[in-house]
């Protein structure tokens, strides 16, 4: 069998550990590999594509992106339907297709989120065989206890707020950082937790800021003159709206929250506050050792289901192993934080305010 992989959506880092994994994986088992560059435009005939060997993907594993790019806009790109699936052109699927059967391809594997795993789905219903693998920094996909890529991206918010932490305290400051998080506060929570901060506000706590200055001033009478603030870019405000930077048609770009909080706060504090956006920071660099060896193993698994051609199928790690779920089950099912649950508590329980 010859295999294709592409990588759709945004980058994070542990995207080149898959690829190490299933070039690895493939190769024992006498499998090709074709790499598709730039997500799925480059299965657009005459395809734009790279055959992996082992020997290509040596060191890889410790580099962040991915080797092969990416894209999250393209011909591919897919308007919901009335069944909720995403919806390609009949031409950009026959397109598709025509790729496959040229180059004798007998699975693709898809490493995205859930918007691009949504369009793998309906490559699958039309007939393309196709397993998933999940991707995505904010760790929100319902199937998955874990994606690779979150561990890099909470350690990138650690290593700020520990930089951050020395000029609080030297100029006596409030600091807020902006971090990444559309619709769940994971990020935000982890990093906050692991990096000291003093205030997380997430997405599912609705927040008060006169609760959050009423934290700062208590903590200016305990002798505590400087304060770490962590904010995900899709907290709400306490008027309910998402701070935004851009809007094109249905799509929102989220931005600056981390600079409204600031602003307000410094206001009710009277305290000299900074605010700090870590934005695409998060997205690059080296991945730790935690995401390589998911990013590997789900790579592994991704060619074991293709080898035995259990198609419409997405890797997922569950209870330390990695298994599979069908793409179906997996797609438009985000996870969350629970407001009750033992992380925020754990939160609570170690000082830190929640706005709440």
Same mark, same amino acid.
Request: glycine share 14%.
């Given at each position: 069998?010859?295999?294709? @992989?592409?990588?759709?959506?945004?980058?994070?880092?542990?995207?080149?550990?898959? @690829?190490?994994?299933?070039?690895?994986?493939? !190769?024992?088992?006498?499998?090709? %590999?074709?790499?598709?560059?730039?997500?799925?435009?480059?299965?657009?005939?005459?395809?734009?594509?790279?055959?992996?060997?082992?020997?290509?993907?040596?060191?890889?594993?410790?580099?962040?992106?991915?080797?092969?790019?990416?894209?999250?806009?393209?011909?591919?790109? +897919?308007?919901?339907?009335?069944?909720?699936?995403? &919806?390609?052109?009949?031409?950009? %699927?026959?397109?598709?297709?025509?790729?496959?059967?040229?180059?004798?391809?007998?699975?693709?594997?898809?490493?995205?989120?859930?918007?691009?795993?949504?369009?793998?789905?309906?490559? $699958?219903?039309?007939?393309?065989? #196709? #397993?998933?693998?999940?991707?995505?920094?904010?760790?929100?996909?319902?199937?998955?206890?874990?994606?690779?890529?979150?561990?890099?991206?909470?350690?990138?918010? =650690?290593?700020?707020?520990?930089?951050?932490?020395?000029?609080?305290?030297?100029?006596?400051?409030? *600091?807020? =950082?902006?971090? *990444?998080?559309? !619709?769940?506060?994971?990020?935000?929570?982890?990093?906050?937790?692991?990096?000291?901060?003093?205030?997380?506000?997430?997405?599912? @706590?609705?927040?008060?800021?006169?609760?959050?200055?009423?934290?700062?001033?208590?903590?200016?009478?305990?002798?505590?003159? !400087?304060? *770490?603030? %962590?904010?995900?870019?899709? +907290?709400?405000?306490?008027?309910?709206?998402?701070?935004?930077?851009?809007?094109?048609?249905?799509?929102?770009?989220?931005?600056?929250?981390?600079?409204?909080?600031?602003?307000?706060?410094?206001?009710?504090?009277?305290?000299?506050?900074?605010?700090?956006?870590?934005?695409?920071? &998060?997205?690059?660099?080296?991945?730790?050792?935690?995401?390589?060896?998911?990013?590997?193993?789900?790579? =592994?698994?991704?060619?074991?289901?293709?080898? &035995?051609?259990?198609?419409?199928?997405?890797?997922?790690? &569950? +209870? $330390?192993?990695?298994?599979?779920?069908?793409?179906?089950?997996?797609?438009?099912?985000?996870?969350?934080?629970?407001?009750?649950?033992?992380?925020?508590?754990? +939160?609570?329980?170690?000082? @830190?305010?929640?706005?709440?």
């Amino acid at each position: 069998m010859r295999i294709g @992989i592409l990588n759709s959506g945004g980058d994070c880092p542990g995207l080149n550990a898959v @690829i190490h994994g299933v070039v690895g994986a493939a !190769s024992k088992l006498g499998m090709e %590999v074709i790499g598709f560059r730039d997500g799925f435009e480059g299965l657009l005939p005459p395809g734009d594509y790279v055959r992996l060997d082992p020997a290509d993907t040596v060191g890889i594993m410790k580099l962040g992106g991915t080797i092969l790019g990416t894209t999250n806009k393209s011909h591919f790109a +897919a308007k919901v339907g009335s069944d909720d699936l995403k &919806q390609i052109a009949d031409k950009v %699927v026959d397109l598709t297709k025509e790729t496959m059967a040229s180059l004798e391809i007998g699975a693709l594997i898809v490493v995205g989120g859930d918007g691009s795993l949504g369009t793998a789905l309906h490559l $699958y219903h039309a007939g393309v065989p #196709i #397993i998933g693998v999940p991707k995505t920094i904010d760790n929100d996909l319902q199937a998955t206890a874990m994606t690779f890529g979150f561990d890099s991206a909470v350690s990138c918010v =650690v290593d700020a707020l520990d930089r951050l932490h020395t000029t609080a305290v030297s100029h006596k400051r409030v *600091m807020v =950082v902006e971090v *990444m998080g559309r !619709s769940a506060g994971w990020i935000a929570l982890w990093g906050g937790i692991a990096g000291g901060a003093n205030v997380v506000l997430i997405p599912e @706590i609705d927040f008060d800021l006169d609760k959050v200055a009423a934290c700062i001033r208590e903590r200016e009478a305990r002798g505590n003159h !400087s304060t *770490m603030i %962590v904010v995900a870019e899709g +907290a709400r405000m306490p008027e309910g709206d998402l701070i935004t930077k851009d809007e094109c048609g249905n799509s929102i770009r989220l931005g600056g929250i981390g600079e409204v909080v600031a602003e307000r706060i410094g206001t009710l504090t009277g305290k000299e506050t900074r605010a700090c956006t870590l934005g695409h920071l &998060q997205r690059g660099g080296e991945p730790t050792s935690l995401d390589r060896i998911l990013g590997a193993r789900f790579g =592994v698994k991704a060619v074991e289901l293709a080898h &035995q051609k259990k198609f419409g199928r997405m890797v997922s790690y &569950q +209870a $330390y192993h990695v298994s599979s779920v069908t793409i179906e089950e997996a797609v438009h099912k985000t996870r969350t934080v629970e407001p009750d649950g033992e992380v925020v508590n754990t +939160a609570r329980a170690i000082g @830190i305010c929640l706005g709440d």
